[in-house]
C-alpha cells in the first residue's frame, strides 16, 4: 500500500516533506527496510538536500537555472522545457533507508519536492517496504 500526499506549489520552490513522510513511516509499524517517495510528475521532482540554511535552496535554484536556462530554441510547446531537463537531472523519487519506524537521514538532510512549473497541485506517493 502507499500514501498520497497533496501539495499546492507556488513557482519554482522546494518544499520539505520530511515531516509527511516521517509520519507515515511512523505509523506503518515498519521497523526496517526502505520508504520510496516519488513524484509521478514531469516538471517537479523529488530530492534530498540540506535543511538548515535556506541559502543552500537558494543557490540551488540559482544553478539549476543556470545549467538549464529558459531558451527560445526549445520545441515543446507548453514553455516548460527547461522545467523537464531539470527534474531529468534530479529524479522524480529517493529512497531512504527505515531504521526503528524512522528515517535513516543525516543530520542535516531533508526530504524535498522541488517544483519547477508551478503553481500547480502535485501528488507525491510515499511506499515503505519492509526489509
Known sequence: MYHTLTIQTQKDGFYDLTG??????????????????YSPHTSCGITINEN??????????????????????????????SA??????????ATVFVEKCDLLLGIWQA????EFDGPRTRRVFVKVIAE
Open 111 to 114: 526530504v524535498y519536492l522541488v
Open 20 to 37: 509527511k513522510v516521517r509520519d507515515i513511516v511512523a505509523s506503518s509499524k515498519i521497523e526496517s527496510g526502505i520508504c520510496v517517495i
Open 52 to 81: 538548515a540554511d535556506p541559502d543552500v535552496q537558494h543557490d540551488l535554484k540559482i544553478a539549476y537555472t543556470q545549467a538549464f536556462p529558459e531558451d527560445s530554441s526549445y520545441r515543446h510547446n507548453e514553455g516548460n522545457s
Open 84 to 93: 523537464h531537463a531539470k527534474v531529468s537531472a534530479i529524479g522524480s523519487s
